[in-house]
């Protein structure tokens, strides 16, 4: 069967990484943008030196690494510098996913799954096959954020008023996952999706 990519976005607190480590247990190949984000600003790497000197000293860690966390709390806060730092990272990103991508099909990977949370804002969406939104209300994904990453309100808000809401991104999904209820029930909705790619694609 030929290669199928499957792009998967959704919000930050949406359960996009659960669905992605659900599609891996399945056998399908996963795709980390996130991963290869923070590879893309690694110590020593071009991606470091201007991400540093974009923002400055006050982005590293005392290890001498980029804090990512700081960065994003900058970055977040002003459009124009979470401009800036897309500008630097995500060219270096789509680079990586094209090569990974390239190397599964040589490897006869059946299925791979794109793990993007900005595939349709940075315009990714033709790097894919099928686009697959994992979708929450904006209450649960602030909820979630309060309760999992010990966020304060307004950084809660700060972060999820920062992307696309997840209802503007239904109209670009060919697919969408709600995962707004139990585990079990989006486990379900996950099977019944490969089961269609399995048939579909004949693969055994």
């Not at 992605?20 to 991963?35: C, F, H, T, V």
């Not at 894919?128 to 209300?137: C, E, F, Q």
């Not at 990453?149 to 209802?167: E, G, N, T, W």
Request: hydrophobic residues 45%; proline residues 3%.
């Amino acid at each position: 069967m030929n290669l199928i990519v499957i792009g998967l976005t959704g919000g930050i607190a949406s359960g996009k990484s659960t669905v992605a480590e659900m599609l891996r247990a399945l056998g399908a190949y996963i795709i980390d943008a996130d991963k290869l984000a923070k590879d893309a600003i690694a110590p020593g790497t071009a991606g470091f030196a201007e991400v540093v000197r974009a923002f400055g000293d006050q982005i590293l860690s005392p290890q001498g690494e980029v804090d990512r966390k700081r960065l994003a709390s900058i970055a977040f806060a002003d459009p124009d510098k979470l401009a800036l730092l897309n500008q630097i990272v995500h060219p270096r990103v789509v680079a990586m996913v094209q090569e990974l991508i390239q190397a599964a099909r040589e490897r006869g990977e059946k299925v791979v799954v794109l793990d993007v949370p900005l595939l349709i804002e940075a315009g990714l969406t033709y790097m894919v096959d099928t686009v697959w939104l994992v979708w929450v209300d904006s209450h649960t994904q602030i909820r979630r954020l309060l309760e999992r990453d010990r966020y304060s309100m307004k950084d809660a808000i700060l972060r999820v008023s920062a992307q696309m809401p997840l209802d503007e991104k239904r109209k670009y999904a060919d697919v969408v996952i709600d995962n707004s209820d139990t585990r079990e029930n989006t486990e379900k909705q996950v099977m019944q999706l490969w089961r269609e790619i399995e048939s579909s694609e004949g693969f055994v």
